[in-house]
T-cell receptor, first 106, second 116 residues
């Protein structure tokens, strides 16, 4: 089946810093979605982005489907951004990466 | 619009006991998924339903896990008998039918299972 790799596995930032999270996938996909899992375990939709670039406030995402990767950018990070960020790809069913655990320190 | 509802939120059982989890998807969503998330890992798909039919259950341990979606709306996931390694959060997600699907999944808050 399709492989989804996320990097880095862990990221520690000071409040106000910027970061880039990466998702590589091993095959063509129909859809790609970024999620944030908050400390209570709830998975929150961030972006549905099979291709192109989208922005929502301090977050933006870019997917280059032909090169099989997607990037999530977080600018001016806040402590509330802490949690685990997952990339999920759809090649028939939604497969998740192992996630990037982000800790933003005040 | 109400989200995906799951219950119970927490369950503690002893190994070899049975447990059932319930999910009510967003109204009108034809596709329903059950995922298992073990601590420190990403969610793993257990089973996918389209209306009341199973689309993919290749990763469901069928010797102990079962799931049904009889009327194409809510769904139940059962584990019998439970093992220690079944300790995880069980997540339910739903999506509209393929014709109207933008590709987004919507998740419930999950049911956290601890097997002692």
């Amino acid at each position: 089946g399709i492989q989804v790799e996320q990097s880095p596995p862990d990221l520690i930032l000071q409040e106000g810093a910027n970061s880039t999270l990466r998702c590589n996938f091993s095959d063509s996909v129909n859809n790609l979605q970024w999620f944030h899992q908050n400390p209570w375990g709830q998975l929150i939709n961030l972006f549905y982005i099979p291709s192109g670039t989208k922005q929502n406030g301090r977050l933006s995402a870019t997917t280059v489907a032909t090169e099989r990767y997607s990037l999530l950018y977080i600018s001016s990070s806040q402590t509330t951004d802490s949690g685990v960020y997952f990339c999920a790809v759809d090649s028939g069913d939604m497969r998740f990466g192992a996630g990037t655990r982000l800790t933003v320190k005040p | 619009e109400a989200g995906v509802a799951q219950s119970p939120r927490y369950k503690i059982i002893e190994k070899r006991q049975s447990v059932a989890f319930w999910c009510n998807p967003i109204s009108g969503h034809a596709t329903l998924y059950w995922y298992q998330q073990i601590l420190g890992q990403g969610p793993k798909l257990l089973i996918q339903f389209q209306n009341n039919g199973v689309v993919d259950d290749s990763q469901l341990p069928k010797d102990r896990f079962s799931a049904e979606r009889l009327k194409g709306v809510d769904s139940t996931l059962k584990i019998q008998p439970a093992k220690l390694e079944d300790s995880a959060v069980y997540l339910c997600a739903s999506a509209p039918s393929k014709r109207r699907w933008t590709g987004e999944l919507f998740f419930g808050e999950g049911s956290r299972l601890t097997v002692l």
